[in-house]
């Protein structure tokens, strides 16, 4: 989970925990807050190599053979509506989790989830959801091996949630994380920005307006495969999930202890989510995607991996988007359409709640 | 988990699942009606030779190495409330599946959780379950290596919701399952029954009076490693939570096709337990149990095998309890303090809600 890349801040820049605090839905929109309940709370606690690592998946020894590394993530998903055009909870909880055991260089293999069911939830919507699940595992090529299910008290749920985790097994000789990124190093995007968040939005009826903009939730595996067969030099994989390419790019600045400038000119929007986030005052982003990646690059192999994201399903619009530069560390800046340049910030707080 | 164990059930016993059919409490508490659902709703569509195994974790290919396997489990807690005598969610979420894990054969490496905070959570509470998951996992040996945590909103859930999930490698040479009951086999129960169950109702005030009883939530990994040690002849390992020992034998008759006949003098129960059971008219062969497990293990290694389970910490009061038959096949019998035999059937529907 990008979470866990607060592990690279410095424990004196966050405000330590107040004891009497509450929980508020600031701490689940993937942004500062986000980062500071698990910097404060749950990585003093769980610390261990793997963890502080602050990538979206744990790369870890196998124990069976020297030479091959095991990655493990986990996702819970607790999404509304259940169902938004292009896709649905189930598609969520398999790419999600898929897409974060492959952003670490390896290929997913095996997929457990665990559900929570609200009393009252209609087989029917669970059917559909499960349904949905068997077919995003069958297009990312993993198996769902273990479950559980779990049912609480009515209005102790929204519907359903489903946590799931994925363990793969990482490419022999990849050292692909957030911390590799090196100046020079080409920012390439799969594809266009934030139609996750406003189709999601838009299913809740909150645009104010009908909108045909579909989710882009897909698992990325194949894509990331064809990535790595056309270049060693990746050094940075990150799906720009909650928080948004902003804060993903944010967390990598932080990680790699790099700068990071980005083209505006040069960022894939559709024009209908660029409507919607202009009427309702978003800026895309910061908006959640599920089907993109943004990638770090050695600028040599820049073309090649650009020309074999494109030959693939959910690469067509992959694009060069910035660089990764040596100065101001740990900053993200953005070239304007004007020509100026500003300062892109992490998500402070939240912005959408239960998107993902 | 041991709702996987359906699998092995006829198709045709069970009635289809009706479309219009909602979830209700009862198939979240781990007998009948939750393996139904198992068998109707997520089998068919996940189907694959590791969930088909029907065991508290599924055994793996790791692809690393061709000699050894990867066990991987899950588990949803939704245990309320939250902290009880004995252990709290968190302690359960780590020590659940932990012992999946371990019940394979399997010595548990890395955990993951997921957690669904409802918002308005006390920070306070939080870091309570947080340090509870620390302390479990050292016990364990386990690191917890990723996370993810979402925030719904007040009313969306009970204070907070953990998913974990476990990867561990199995033991060279293990053949442990549900499928590998042999008649002859002797039944070992680690210590005294329905200790978890009790104790979470009693901190619901549900009991109506008093009581010391203290869960037993703990983990049985190490307990599990001396008992491989002392022999190679265990051919099932099995813990049983929700639904009790009856629905865990029930699930092991039927997945090994053979009997099993229990000896009511010989099952160990506390004289509390014993007592809060009568007065509410609970069986204790129903209740939960979060700290013990069962083993069938061939008669000539039973001694020794009991004498290394004696000689740990969670295994101090290990006992046979029945053994293994050759027929009726698929059925529990229960020989009674009075001699007489009756039919322990699987739990049908619920009877503890949100007890782990």
Redesign the interface.
Same mark, same amino acid.
């Given at each position: 989970?990008s979470?866990?890349s607060v592990t690279i801040e410095g424990a004196t820049c966050a405000p330590p &925990?107040?004891?009497? !605090?509450?929980? %508020?839905?600031?701490?689940?929109?993937g942004g500062r807050m986000?980062h500071q309940?698990?910097q404060k709370? +749950?990585l003093p606690? +769980?610390d261990?190599p793997?963890?502080r690592a602050g990538d979206d998946? /744990?790369s870890?020894e =196998?124990? &069976?053979?020297h030479a091959?590394r095991?990655a493990? =993530?986990?996702?819970?998903? *607790?999404v509304t509506p259940l169902f938004f055009p292009g896709g649905d909870i189930g598609r969520l909880a398999v790419c999600g989790t898929v897409n974060d055991v492959a952003m670490l260089g390896a290929k997913p293999?095996?997929l457990?989830?665990?559900?929570? &069911? !609200? !009393?009252? &939830?209609?087989? !029917?919507t669970? @059917?559909r959801v499960?349904?949905s699940?068997?077919s995003a595992?069958e297009e990312a090529g993993v @198996?769902?091996? /273990?479950?559980?299910?779990? %049912?609480?008290?009515k209005?102790? /749920?929204?519907g359903l949630?489903i946590?799931t985790?994925g *363990?793969g097994?990482v490419r022999a000789g990849a050292k692909i994380g957030g911390a590799q990124a090196k100046a020079d190093d080409v920012v390439i995007l799969s594809g266009s920005l934030g139609d996750h968040g406003i189709a999601v939005l838009g299913a809740r009826g909150e645009l104010g307006f009908q909108s045909a903009i579909q989710s882009d939730v897909a698992p990325l595996n194949h894509l990331i495969e064809a990535m790595l067969d056309a270049s060693n030099n990746i050094h940075v994989l990150r799906d720009p999930t909650r928080g948004g390419l902003a804060t993903t790019l944010n967390e990598i600045a932080t990680q790699s202890n790099v700068g990071i400038l980005l083209d505006e000119t040069a960022l894939p929007i559709r024009p209908e989510v660029g409507a919607a986030c202009e009427m309702l005052g978003f800026d895309p982003l910061y908006i959640a995607n599920e089907g993109k990646l943004v990638a770090m690059v050695a600028r040599e192999d820049a073309e090649s991996v650009l020309k074999a994201m494109q030959a693939t399903r959910y690469g067509e619009d992959a694009c060069i988007v910035g660089e990764v530069t040596d100065a101001p560390r740990g900053r993200v800046l953005l070239k304007t359409a004007l020509g100026s340049t500003r300062v892109v910030d992490m998500l402070s707080g939240e912005m959408l709640?239960?998107i993902c």
């Open positions: 989970m979470d866990q &925990l107040p004891h009497n !605090e509450q929980i %508020v839905m600031g701490h689940g929109a986000s309940l698990i709370a +749950f606690a +769980f261990n793997a963890l998946a /744990a870890l =196998s124990n &069976l053979h091959q095991l493990i =993530s986990t996702d819970a998903h *607790v293999l095996y457990t989830a665990g559900f929570i &069911l !609200e !009393e009252g &939830l209609p087989m !029917e669970l @059917q499960i349904a699940m068997k595992a @198996q769902i091996v /273990a479950g559980d299910t779990k %049912v609480v008290q209005g102790k /749920a929204d949630y946590t985790a *363990v097994v709640p239960r």
